[in-house]
Every structure is written in structure tokens, then in C-alpha cells.
């Protein structure tokens, strides 16, 4: 995968700067601690023009973010999303993956840092036209214990445990990882957030040891909109291995249809569940088009 060329320009501290030039500190905290956050956001091609999907919900986030773990934030929102727009104008992106990270500058002590740093880069991000259900297998890692970490944060450290999951899963040939909690209790994917489907209500974990989603967050306003019953509730591995369908969300992942569960095949057709549907109508909302179905 290649990130950026010689042309690419990014946003660094204040200024549009060539990729290629720009660089980081050796002794920055975050490279050694994983003591930094970021955001990851989609930018979407619609007929209203290029689109920054929930650009302020994303660095809102950004800047609670670095709150939680006392990076200090000297932001504006509202100057960080047009220097978003800017990289991707600069860059001709249409339809992009964007990334915006705050990262410390040199320091080698367990101190909170006295120098950030801000960067937003983008890349081309096809839109994303296959419908896969995806096998998944039970991680043997759990997500951190929220007493260790804010989970609620977006840190770079803890996508270590991501990482792990992500590499475990595949070796034992499933596509995506489902990671539990420290109780045992589903909390999510190492990039998503997970929704079953059991009798035509759906239920998501709630808050407290996963990434809530933005993306989750949308998928409940749109089951408020839809009149389906979207329930936030403890789910055990017996309730999602028993559920009817189920489905990963997030900003890259969008809504992705879940085939199995270690060896269980969920029994409900992708296509005839609750998630087919809110897949096409999220399409159409990440595409301003409020009023048909796009196929996906
Ligand atoms: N959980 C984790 C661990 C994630 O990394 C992500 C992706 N940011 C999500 C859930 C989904 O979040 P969002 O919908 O805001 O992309």
C-alpha cells in the first residue's frame, strides 16, 4: 500500500507540507509510549461535491481523546476540518481515508508532554463496492480493562491489542477478530463495533470497554429513524452464537455482514436482515442520498 507520493501534501502544525519532507522526532514520546491519539475519517464523493463524513464528531473525539490521556489540544475544530478539506483538495481525493493524528514531541519521561503536534494526511479509499460476510473467530485477547486505559479514547497503544487480535485471527483463517471484555462479555472488533440481530431487535454492547463508535453511533440513530429496535445491553458469546445475523460497524468497515462465528453460521440470509437494510442506508447517507437506495 502506498500512502503518499512525491506530490502528496499533508497538514502539519499550521502548514501544508510536502509528505516526502516531513518528519518526526526519534525521541518523541509517542513513537516510544504509543502516547498518542488520532481519528480515522472517510471522505466520500457525493453529487453534493466531496464530503467529509461527520468531519466535527471525529475531531470532536479527536480532542476528547486528548483529553482523557492529558494531551494537551491548542486546536480549533473548525480550522482543523477546513485544513481537511485543503489536504483533500491539494491531493485531487475524492473518495479517501483520512487521518488525523496528535503526537508528542521529544520527551523521554512519564510526564505529560510540553510540545503536540498535529498532522492530517489522506489517501484514496475506493469506495468499497463487494458484499462479503465475513467469518470471525473469538479472540483469545481481550480488550484492555478500562481501569488500565480509557477505552473510550482513540490512543495509538492500544491498537496493540488490535494488532494482536487482527494477526491471531488471520492465522487461524478468519477473516476478522471478535474480542471479548475483561468479564467475558462481547465488547468488539479490533476496528469496529459489532450488532446482533435476535428476533428482529438488535442489540450492541453498551459503552464502557469498547471505542463507541461513531459509526455505532449513526447505526442507532438510524434504527430510531427505521422504527427497529436497537437495544444496548451485556451480550454473551452464547447470545451472539445464537443471535440471527449479526454485523461489524465503523468508518472504514462501514456495515459489514457477518457470515460465522468459529464454527457457528448465522441462519438469517444476510440480504433478508436488519443489517442488509441498514447497509444500504447508510450508503445512502455517507452519499447525501436520502430519499432512494443505492446498490451495493
Ligand atoms: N472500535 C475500535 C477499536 C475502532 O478502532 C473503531 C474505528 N475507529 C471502531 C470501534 C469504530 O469507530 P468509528 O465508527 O468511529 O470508526
Redesign the pocket.
Known amino acids: 500500500m502506498q500512502y503518499f507520493n512525491s506530490n502528496t501534501v499533508l497538514y502539519l502544525n499550521g502548514d501544508l507540507v510536502k509528505a516526502s519532507e516531513a518528519g518526526t522526532d526519534l525521541y518523541s514520546q509517542s513513537l516510544h509510549y504509543g502516547y498518542a491519539v488520532f ?3 472517510r471522505a466520500y464523493s457525493t453529487h453534493n461535491g466531496v464530503r467529509v463524513f ?1 468531519a466535527r ?2 475531531f470532536e ?1 479527536l480532542k476528547r481523546s486528548c483529553e482523557l490521556v492529558h494531551i494537551p489540544f491548542p486546536w480549533d475544530i473548525n480550522d482543523l476540518i477546513r485544513q481537511t478539506y485543503k489536504v483533500l483538495e491539494l491531493n485531487n481525493l475524492k473518495d479517501a481515508y483520512i487521518r488525523p493524528l496528535v503526537y508528542c514531541g521529544p520527551n523521554m519521561s512519564l510526564s505529560t508532554p510540553a510540545e503536540v503536534n498535529i498532522m492530517i494526511c489522506a489517501w484514496e479509499w475506493e469506495a468499497y463496492l463487494g458484499n462479503k460476510q465475513l467469518k470471525v473467530g473469538i479472540s483469545s485477547y481481550q ?1 484492555p480493562n478500562p481501569k488500565s486505559m480509557p477505552m473510550e479514547a ?1 490512543v495509538s497503544a ?2 496493540v491489542n ?1 494488532i494482536l487480535a487482527t494477526t491471531e485471527a488471520k492465522s487461524k483463517g478468519f477473516d476478522e477478530a471478535i474480542l471479548l471484555d475483561m468479564n467475558n462479555h462481547i465488547a ?6 459489532i450488532f446482533v440481530e435476535k428476533n428482529g431487535k438488535l442489540y450492541t454492547p453498551p459503552a464502557g470497554h ?9 447505526v442507532i440513530q438510524l434504527c430510531r429513524r427505521l422504527d427497529i429496535e436497537c437495544i444496548e445491553r451485556v451480550l454473551t458469546v452464547e447470545d451472539l452464537k445464537n443471535a440471527d445475523s449479526a454485523f461489524f ?5 462501514e456495515i459489514a455482514g457477518i457470515k460465522s462465528v468459529d464454527e457457528t453460521v448465522f441462519p438469517l440470509k444476510w440480504q433478508d436482515s436488519i443489517g442488509a437494510t441498514l447497509q444500504r442506508t447508510y450508503k445512502c447517507l455517507v452519499l447525501e442520498k436520502q430519499n432512494y437506495e443505492v446498490i451495493i
Open positions: 481519528e480515522g475519517i461527520k464528531s471525529h473525539r480488550r482513540k492500544h491498537y488490535s468488539e472488533a479490533p476496528g469496529a463495533n469498547i471505542l463507541p463508535g461513531i459509526t455505532r453511533a449513526t460497524c465503523g468508518t472504514a468497515v
